[in-house]
């Protein structure tokens, strides 16, 4: 009897064939593809790892040619499921022929599942053998064993919700970029794709709202009245009970009553103890966060990390939405697996706890337990098989919040004093951490001592310091990965596999960076969801996209059939599409300007500056009649400036006109001409913005001598025009040196070719007048 396994990956399959055969396996190689064979129980088996998925939707190749149909018959054409990895599909017809029994063992969610279905289809054009599914939640030997001797049945609901949502999504992804990047290219010189995603545009829209936010602040004064006092030499703050305050007038009251107190009585203290709970225990997007915050990797390859450490047996299987284990999880032996090496310590204060309890979440997905460590390792053990960068950083995470949750709460105690100073109390908080708990095992989150003296209620306590500060309110900070993994899953946008993936997209598409731990929106993502959101909000909202999400969970529940999900999502889709071409003119010329001024910005040989009628761009036009500065919003604005007709233009960024024109040219090497003011030789300001090299005080009048260079020669010459005048050497390049320590005239350094340096005092009337080696 035969029996063959896919997987979703090669190094499942080679773990499982391990398991299964006990190591006694042999490896072959079919079209390329690794092949794990060996016998057992009188059964042939063989185990091939997939790569993810084999197939993919795609519109008939007529569709291809973007210029060639209108994008809206996208939404109305059925795509294709075609193979797109060919080897893959080749091998699995050679080793299904045949077989007795096949046997899905991808991981157990929706995309595993429909990789399954997937290989499943292709099986069953060589094979009519009866397909069965494993389903396990991590690679351990006792989980695999399990699995295989109780098979199920495939879950053909749970495939066909992945598949309705690569239909969904590819038509809206498709038609919508495919019709505002025609648009826009219409309007703009650019080969850049406008990128519209059903996952993708409403997380930009999570980040474009914080933007808003924060632009759109404005800042309020505020006054915050603190006194520094002192105790058995210690020094604590407290804070006038009214916190901030608006009215200067009532802050200025107050202070001005207390202003000058030596003392003040403690009029009252509370002291009481609090305890933190241990976290929950790691869901995806839960783990996502964390390692973004605590460890300050992005969720992308925080994701991929803890995929290979569940391929390699470490970990758990890291796609899940529940954050609670099941009441008959064994956590005695896992912890057991801790009792010595690098976790001992905190085993071991578990063990000595009987019975071992956790603190669980609310959220059951039905689909796996919490991430969780499988076995113990060390840092060598995991950077052996796993060579990733921080992948010990993620295994530490994933134990130390694993072993966190099953220890006892931390405990601590504060104190509050109310403080009257003349009547006005202050209020000082302090903390001090009696048990540490869980905190001991987990560094990430710590919580600071702040400690307050210990005085008796009534006592006096001396006053330092009273202030009266003026401060001003600030913005909403942007938002953090994790913040907005957050927001991804209150408003179901993408899934626990896929989030990670949507944000990265924006930053592939220049929509948004992450500069540190915050994202801040780029102007090319600003632009665009400012133009949606004015015009067809519903594509940045989350709304819609939570609406399809649902057909797409009632689908894997069994509660929508799959047809009427397709329908259903397909009408919103077109709903939104119309609000598109209704407002087609409005966005294409917002995202037409913007490309247009980024590629005016970028050309730093011609870009002028802002135009003064628009807010648009300036920057040099030449034409066959000539050269002018003109605004890259034409022909909506057509505000124009005169160039000088001769002479090559360099722009002289350093330099900034008196006159406030746009910006300063400097023509061949001859003369400067300022942007909207004219040439700077008939201007009265030119020796206030480009002051000669003085060498010193004129002998005939108040002037000053510079250095006046023409075409064929160069002398001193008189600020003031007296006609003194002196010569300079004709040769060699000139530099302005030290002052004379004789005359007070700057020296001029020359370096001709052939000779040494040298330095001197031009001045004829100067003692000094000797030339000196450099």
């Not at 006194?227 to 006038?240: E, L, P, R, Y």
């Not at 004709?730 to 001709?752: D, F, Y």
Request: charged share 30%; proline share 5%; hydrophobic share 35%.
């Amino acid at each position: 009897m035969s029996i063959v396994v896919f997987t979703e990956k090669n190094k499942a399959a080679a773990q499982i064939a391990g398991i299964l055969s006990e190591g006694g396996f042999n490896r072959a190689s079919i079209e390329g593809i690794p092949v794990y064979d060996f016998k057992k129980g009188g059964k042939e088996w063989r185990i091939m790892g997939l790569s993810g998925h084999i197939m993919g939707y795609d519109f008939p190749p007529e569709l291809n040619n973007w210029r060639g149909c209108d994008p809206a018959v996208l939404l109305d054409t059925p795509p294709v499921k075609n193979v797109t990895k060919q080897p893959y599909a080749a091998a699995i017809a050679l080793v299904s022929k045949g077989a007795d029994e096949i046997i899905l063992a991808c991981d157990f969610d929706r995309e595993g599942e429909n990789i399954g279905f997937e290989a499943r289809s292709l099986a069953e054009k060589v094979s009519k053998s009866p397909v069965k599914r494993a389903r396990f939640s991590s690679l351990s030997e006792s989980e695999i064993r399990q699995a295989f001797s109780n098979l199920v049945e495939p879950d053909f609901n749970l495939a066909m919700s992945a598949e309705a949502r690569q239909i969904l999504d590819l038509k809206m992804g498709a038609a919508f970029t495919r019709f505002l990047t025609l648009a826009v290219q219409q309007r703009a010189r650019t080969k850049d794709i406008i990128s519209i995603g059903p996952c993708q545009t409403p997380t930009c829209g999570f980040v474009y709202e914080r933007e808003k936010l924060i632009l759109d602040f404005k800042s309020k004064d505020f006054w915050k009245i603190e006194g520094t006092f002192s105790h058995s030499k210690i020094d604590f703050t407290g804070t006038h009970r009214s916190g901030h305050i608006q009215d200067k007038a009532k802050a200025d009251e107050i202070f001005n009553r207390i202003k000058g107190s030596k003392t003040g009585i403690l009029e009252k203290k509370s002291v009481k103890e609090s305890t933190t709970s241990p976290p929950y225990p790691l869901n995806t997007t839960e783990f996502l966060k964390r390692a973004s915050k605590f460890l300050g990797i992005s969720p992308e390859n925080a994701l991929e990390i803890a995929e290979q450490l569940y391929l390699s047996g470490f970990t758990s299987y890291p796609r899940t939405e529940t954050n609670k284990y099941a009441d008959d999880f064994d956590f005695k032996l896992k912890v057991l697996g801790f009792a010595s090496g690098e976790y001992r310590e905190y085993a071991m204060a578990i063990l000595s706890r009987p019975p071992i309890t956790c603190r669980n979440g609310t959220r059951d997905g039905h689909d796996h337990p919490p991430i969780h460590p499988i076995r113990a390792a060390t840092k060598t053990d995991i950077e052996k098989s796993v060579r990733m960068p921080d992948a010990w950083k993620v295994y530490d995470l994933v134990s130390r919040h694993f072993l966190a949750n099953l220890m006892q709460p931390a405990l601590f105690e504060k104190t509050h004093l109310e403080i009257s100073v003349k009547g006005e109390i202050f209020d000082a908080t302090g903390s001090v951490m009696k048990d540490a708990g869980w905190m001991t095992a987990y560094p990430f989150e710590t919580k600071n001592d702040k400690f307050l003296p210990d005085i008796a209620v009534n006592e006096e306590i001396a006053i330092k310091k009273l202030s009266n500060t003026k401060s001003q309110t600030t913005p909403p900070k942007r938002l953090t990965e994790a913040e907005l993994l957050t927001l991804m899953d209150k408003y179901k946008i993408g899934t626990k596999a896929t989030a990670p993936s949507h944000i990265e997209t924006n930053k592939k598409r220049g929509y948004f960076e992450t500069k540190g731990k915050t994202i801040s929106i780029l102007d090319t993502g600003f632009t665009l969801m400012e133009a949606l959101d004015t015009t067809v909000p519903i594509l940045v909202k989350p709304d819609v996209r939570s609406r399809i999400e649902a057909l797409i969970q009632d689908v894997e529940d069994g509660k929508k059939g799959f047809e009427a999900a397709l329908e259903e999502g397909s009408v919103l889709i077109r709903d939104m599409y119309s609000h598109l071409v209704i407002n087609k003119e409005q966005i294409v010329r917002k995202m037409a300007g913007t490309i247009t001024d980024e590629q005016v910005a970028a050309d730093k040989k011609n870009f002028i500056g802002q135009c003064p009628e628009c807010d648009r761009l300036l920057r040099i036009v030449k034409t066959e009649k000539g050269r002018f500065v003109g605004c890259s919003g034409y022909p909506d604005c057509r505000k124009t400036y005169p160039l000088p007709k001769e002479g090559a233009l360099v722009i002289a960024r350093s330099k900034q006109c008196s006159k406030s024109g746009i910006a300063v040219l400097k023509v061949g090497t001859k003369y400067y001409w300022s942007v909207g003011i004219g040439p700077c030789f008939t201007c009265e300001l030119e020796k206030e913005c480009f002051p000669p090299d003085v060498i010193g005080p004129c002998p005939k009048c108040e002037g000053s001598m510079f250095i006046l260079a023409m075409k064929e020669t160069r002398f001193l010459a008189c600020t003031k025009k007296c006609g003194f005048t002196q010569s300079l050497p004709k040769e060699g390049k000139l530099t302005l040196a030290g002052e004379c320590e004789q005359c007070g005239w700057k020296k001029l350094g020359i370096k001709e070719k052939d000779k040494d340096a040298r330095e001197f005092c031009i001045n004829r009337q100067c003692a000094s007048r000797k030339l000196k080696q450099v």
